[in-house]
């Protein structure tokens, strides 16, 4: 399984960004797609992973409510939706797939993308 990100970049605190990761094909039954992101100086984290089979949505603490994770029309891809930003959200983020519902274990890695929040 390949993992393609995409998205990502510069953009002001309280603004709107998307990131969008597909793979190339669903890994195995009650797999999951989703994201981890590491900010200098500190440990990749969780943020969202979204499960095929009941479609369920998780979340960190630290995003929920302001970041949304969906499936991107049928396809086995994902894209996450970050609204109301804050520069606490600086980081590279890794798209990742392993078991459901909350990635843990990860299987795949894609590739990070920078995101940069200004302030």
């Known amino acids: 399984v390949q993992l393609q990100a995409s998205g990502g970049g510069l953009v002001q605190a309280g603004g709107s960004l998307r990131l969008s990761c597909a793979a190339s094909?669903?890994?195995?039954?009650?797999?999951?797609l989703g994201w981890f992101r590491q900010a200098p100086g500190k440990e990749r984290e969780f943020v969202a992973a979204?499960?095929?089979?009941?479609?369920?949505?998780v979340y960190s603490d630290s995003v929920r409510g302001r970041f949304t994770i969906a499936d991107d029309n049928g396809r086995p891809a994902v894209y996450l939706q970050m609204d109301n930003v804050k520069p606490e959200d600086t980081a590279v983020y890794y798209c990742?797939?392993?078991?459901?519902?909350?990635?843990?274990?990860?299987?795949?890695w894609g590739q990070g993308t920078l995101v940069t929040v200004s302030s």
């Open positions: 094909r669903r890994a195995f039954n009650n797999d999951a």
């Open positions: 979204f499960s095929w089979n009941d479609r369920r949505a």
């Open positions: 990742a797939q392993g078991p459901a519902p909350n990635l843990p274990r990860v299987y795949q």
